[in-house]
């Protein structure tokens, strides 16, 4: 098992619908989870992070985490054709180290 | 304020060969890391510095090797580079060793 699992994808939601990405991490003591967009060929770059249960938002994104089932989500609403790219969850375990998922291509369709 | 700069954007070179890439942090940050990412392939961590101290390593071989200055600036070296170095090479910056990360534009080494 990974230590950090995400769905390769592609995942392809309607444009202004709701984009729903899930990460689950295999470290019960992890504190930090962090989301990052990669366009291809691009670096990747950070969208949001939370630390505590519960949902965050910004702007049109939302972090959601629940640390007794061990995942954490990314709500992207009103999708836009910008939004396709990869999206890259990360996680700092309890070593302190931070752990990368593989990334979820998701794909806006106008 | 700048963000992380690194240097040189894209590199060619031919197996057998080393190279030196070199990576500036936002002003500020103390921690540099380096990750390896080749066509589908995730991010490849390979190692990671604290106020000049090498704290986390990854799984590559000794051919990989890196260094911290004084004033937060990275380099990181390939000796006998092999055709599977082939990558885009990022670094990326934290505040600390347990802060949000912010990459580079990365550079792009191509080995013939």
């Known amino acids: 098992q990974k230590e950090v699992e995400q769905n390769s994808g592609p995942l392809s939601v309607p444009e202004g619908a709701i984009a729903s990405l899930n990460c689950t991490y295999s470290?019960?003591?992890?504190?930090?989870f962090f989301w990052y967009r990669q366009y291809s060929g691009k670096s990747p770059e950070l969208i949001m992070f939370?630390?505590s249960n519960g949902d965050k938002e910004d702007g049109r994104f939302t972090a959601q985490l629940n640390k007794a089932s061990q995942y954490v989500s990314l709500l992207i609403r009103d999708s836009q054709p910008s939004d396709s790219a990869t999206y890259l969850c990360?996680?700092?375990?309890?070593?302190?180290?931070?752990?990368w998922g593989a990334g979820t291509k998701l794909i806006i369709k106008p | 304020k700048a963000g992380v700069t690194q240097t040189p954007r894209y590199l060619i070179k031919t197996r057998g060969q080393q190279v030196t890439l070199s990576c500036s942090p936002i002003?500020?940050?103390?921690?540099v890391s380096w990750y390896q990412q080749t066509p589908g392939q995730g991010l490849q961590f390979l190692f990671e510095?604290?106020?000049?101290?090498?704290?986390n390593k990854g799984n590559f071989p000794g051919r990989f090797s890196g260094r911290q200055f004084s004033n937060s600036r990275s380099e990181m070296n390939v000796s006998t580079l092999e055709l599977g170095d082939s990558a885009l090479y990022l670094c990326?910056?934290?505040?600390?060793?347990?802060?949000?990360?912010?990459f580079g534009p990365g550079t792009r080494l191509t080995v013939l």
């Open positions: 990326a910056s934290s505040l600390g060793a347990y802060n949000e990360q912010f």
């Open positions: 002003s500020g940050h103390r921690s």
């Open positions: 510095y604290f106020s000049e101290t090498q704290r």
């Open positions: 470290d019960r003591g992890s504190q930090s």
């Open positions: 939370i630390y």
């Open positions: 990360a996680v700092l375990n309890s070593n302190y180290q931070l752990i």
